[in-house]
């Protein structure tokens, strides 16, 4: 008698899935969830599911669909243009890229706002720039220059390029961490500008943490403006955005038009430095196996159609396929007519910005890989009313609710966007 070997591998699959779920005695997570809230639970009802809610946590009960939660009303700025004094004439130029991501971007752009409106300097609209060469967009490929320039009216002055007569040779390089600070400007950068005259700004990254502080500063709502409220698609990429989010949402009929974004990126889980080794240390990703058992634990179902931001498929997601058969990349569901430009080439910028977007408006976010991406996409997610964002971690027990892995960022309120929205 033959052998299945489609049945060995069904079989491997199933067992391993077993073998995880009853071993699962190691909490490990991005950040930590221990706190506990406070507060009186009430009963709610989320689309078909009866649910419990504790102090805006979803908490699913026996019989619901799945985990779905419904989205929060969006916020509004907190931060009023009236507050901000009148622009003084411009002393100089502040020059700078956007560069790494849609991640980096939001942050990239705050701190060169706060800096030229500190220094009464002009801002130069920026150019972006990939991770490749060749990879060099001018601002409007990507972004709406007209939108941009509107939304720091009065705040900063803007301008679309240097003076012809400003070599950009001439320029101080200048370098700020990210959420740079009134006295890191004094200290480190206003000096230089006082002799320079113009300066090119770029900021490095000691830390991901976006967590707000209990210390207010008067660029605080500069940084929230410059964070929040200046980078908005073009109208060709965000219709790009939409059509894809259009195309989910109709493979995902069986569940009232409701999917999952998932950042997860091979090329990522390759780095040795990934995952965390030995028993103190959290791990820092999941692979696609970990991502398709956390997804059932926490409840949904298998006909759940899944966004992936890894660029093109690969053999190492099919684990995830053969739970899921619902997963797709970019290539699976963009318009075809779209292709040759923005899938280019892989890891490109314009590749990023979908991702960000697509995960910023899904209905559940989980991030497979922490970092900075996972942080400016709470950050937009929070802003949007969608604080959908599961957090894989290692709770002991075969099953756990879904308000077990809510993201820190929303369970504790303590995302940088609680201080920009309200």
Known sequence: MGIDLRQVVAGILTLTMFVMLGQMIKRDHFDSLQDKLPGEAQDVQVGNANVIEKDGLVKLSKGSKGPWMKDSQELKPCWSRTTFDGIEQSRGYVTFSLT?????????????????????AALVLPDIRGGRPGDERNFEDIYDVEKFMKSLDGVVKVVKQLPNEISIRDLAAVKVPNRVTEDHIVENVQPIFKSKGNIRLATYFPTVNMRKTTQRSS????????????????????????????RLRTLSRKSDGLFIAV???????????????????????????EIALFLRKVGFDTDT??????????NSLSVLKDIFPKTYTKEN?????????????????????????????????VPALSGLFYANVAGKRIALGKPQILVPADIPGTSATVTNYLSPYVAKKNHLAYSCFC
């Open 333 to 365: 569901i963009m318009p075809e007519e779209k292709k040759g430009k923005f899938l280019e080439f892989e890891g490109s910028e314009l590749e990023k910005v979908i991702d960000f977007y697509i995960c910023s408006k899904s209905d559940v976010f």
């Open 263 to 289: 950042d997860l990126r091979v090329d990522v889980l390759e780095n040795k430095n990934c995952h965390g080794s030995g028993t103190n240390v959290a791990k820092s990703c999941y692979n696609a196996q």
């Open 100 to 120: 790494n991501g849609p991640e980096y971007h939001v942050s990239q752009m705050a701190d060169a706002v706060i800096v030229a409106r500190y220094l009464a």
């Open 305 to 314: 159609t899944i966004y992936l931001t890894q660029s093109k498929w690969d």
């Open 219 to 246: 660029v605080d709502s500069v940084s929230c403006l410059g964070m929040f409220g200046t980078l908005e698609l073009q109208p060709e990429v965000s219709e790009v955005v939409d059509s894809m989010i259009e």
